[in-house]
């Protein structure tokens, strides 16, 4: 078997990019990319090393086009006239390797069209770079700070950028509320000319384990909507109640009720009964009528049953599963409270 070494694969990858940028110009120069992103933060949290990339735009599913991370590895924003590719190829240097400077610096160089690109990364370690053609829309502009880097094109005022940055190192918080921190104060000082469409934050782990569904801490977007930032801050609070519901559940399986508890008791303080749909509610009333602590249990099922009166259905269906004893009598007092 022959293993290529990693100088030699960035050479391969290069010779790719040098491959791709061309024939991406030619399919501009026959139908012109619009420009896909507006503003976007690239950035490394330097307690926790967690690493994430956030943006908003006046274009459908902004997210799925812009946005690149990979735990352990980097983060990448690819904007502009946006050339994705950007995306893949400088997550793979960083991981052969290449800081985000080089990794950035190499792919802009072989590109024909870096002219019309706005580009950011973020390395594992916090090192930062950012490119802003000069032909990008204007007001279009970066700026890049310790371990973090801002950049923004058709800005309605060319104070966007600093107010981000500004925003993003005054902040307090884990790397998501200072990453929605950023994308807030960027449409408070007019944001994209044309309005808003789109939001998304992805944000990794320091760590790669291989399990992406493990290293992916958030990763979130909001595909079309009057305003996604707003939108986007409610799904990661929402997603921070359901991670908490997750964490409940492992500890259940496990069978450290009192752990299980603190970790319901954690996501209902993040969301009311009514956005979850009651869901936190019903599953704490679960866990106590499971360890025969049934009065306790019952206000927390009459919470979820007022949201919809099927989570009572649900309940005889969980003996069977090891979730509550098998007993008929418990099963109908705890169907019953909701009449009560």
Same mark, same amino acid.
């Given at each position: 078997?022959?293993?290529?070494?990693?100088?030699?694969?960035?050479?391969?990858?290069?010779?790719?990019?040098?491959a791709?940028?061309?024939?991406? %110009?030619? %399919?501009?120069?026959?139908?012109?990319?619009?420009?896909v992103?507006?503003?976007?933060?690239?950035?490394? /949290?330097?307690?926790?090393?967690?690493?994430?990339?956030?943006?908003?735009?006046?274009?459908?599913?902004?997210?799925s086009?812009?946005?690149? %991370?990979?735990?352990?590895?980097?983060?990448?924003?690819?904007?502009?006239?946006?050339?994705p590719?950007?995306?893949?190829?400088?997550?793979?240097?960083?991981?052969?390797?290449?800081?985000?400077?080089?990794a950035?610096?190499?792919?802009?160089?072989?590109d024909?069209?870096?002219?019309?690109?706005q580009?950011?990364?973020?390395d594992?370690?916090?090192?930062?770079?950012?490119?802003?053609g000069?032909?990008?829309?204007?007001?279009?502009?970066?700026?890049t700070?310790?371990q973090?880097?801002?950049?923004?094109n058709?800005?309605e005022?060319?104070?966007?950028?600093?107010?981000?940055a500004q925003?993003?190192?005054?902040?307090?918080?884990?790397?998501?509320?200072r990453?929605?921190a950023?994308?807030? %104060?960027?449409?408070?000082?007019?944001?994209?000319?044309?309005?808003?469409q789109s939001a998304?934050?992805?944000?990794?782990?320091?760590?790669?384990?291989?399990?992406?569904?493990? /290293?992916?801490l958030? /990763?979130?977007?909001?595909?079309?909507?009057?305003?996604?930032?707003?939108?986007l801050?409610?799904?990661?609070?929402?997603?921070?109640?359901?991670?908490?519901?997750?964490?409940g559940?492992?500890?259940?399986t496990?069978g450290d009720?009192p752990?299980?508890?603190?970790?319901y008791?954690a996501?209902?303080?993040?969301?009311?009964?009514? /956005?979850?749909?009651?869901?936190?509610?019903?599953?704490?009333?679960?866990?106590?009528?499971?360890?025969d602590?049934?009065?306790?249990a019952?206000?927390?099922?009459?919470r979820?049953?007022?949201?919809?009166?099927?989570?009572?259905?649900?309940?005889?269906?969980?003996?069977?599963?090891?979730?509550l004893?098998?007993d008929?009598?418990l099963?109908?007092?705890?169907?019953s409270?909701?009449?009560?």
């Open positions: 078997m022959c293993h290529l070494g990693a100088n030699v694969r960035v050479s391969l990858l290069l010779a790719t990019a040098a791709v940028f061309p024939a991406t %110009a030619v %399919a501009q120069r026959i139908s012109p990319r619009r420009p992103a507006t503003y976007s933060i690239v950035a490394r /949290d330097s307690v926790t090393g967690e690493i994430g990339v956030a943006v908003q735009s006046h274009w459908f599913s902004v997210g086009i812009v946005t690149w %991370a990979e735990a352990g590895v980097g983060a990448v924003a690819t904007q502009s006239f946006v050339e590719s950007y995306g893949p190829l400088g997550l793979e240097l960083m991981r052969l390797g290449r800081s985000a400077p080089q950035l610096a190499a792919l802009v160089s072989t024909t069209d870096e002219a019309v690109r580009v950011a990364m973020v594992a370690s916090g090192q930062v770079a950012a490119h802003t000069s032909r990008a829309i204007q007001a279009a502009g970066q700026h700070g310790s973090y880097s801002v950049q923004a058709l800005m005022n060319a104070s966007v950028w600093g107010a981000m925003a993003y190192e005054d902040s307090e918080g884990d790397l998501a509320e990453l929605l950023a994308l807030e %104060a960027a449409q408070a000082e007019g944001g994209d000319i044309r309005g808003r998304a934050i992805l944000i990794v782990s320091p760590e790669n384990t291989g399990r992406p569904w493990v /290293d992916r958030f /990763d979130l977007r909001v595909e079309d909507h009057a305003t996604p930032v707003v939108e801050r409610r799904l990661v609070t929402l997603q921070r109640a359901y991670r908490k519901l997750n964490e559940d492992e500890w259940v496990q009720i752990k299980a508890m603190e970790a008791q996501a209902m303080a993040f969301v009311s009964d009514a /956005d979850i749909n009651g869901e936190a509610a019903f599953w704490v009333g679960v866990t106590l009528a499971s360890i602590r049934v009065e306790e019952i206000p927390y099922l009459r979820a049953y007022a949201q919809d009166a099927n989570w009572a259905k649900l309940i005889p269906r969980l003996p069977a599963s090891g979730l004893p098998a008929d009598a099963v109908s007092r705890l169907v409270s909701m009449q009560e």
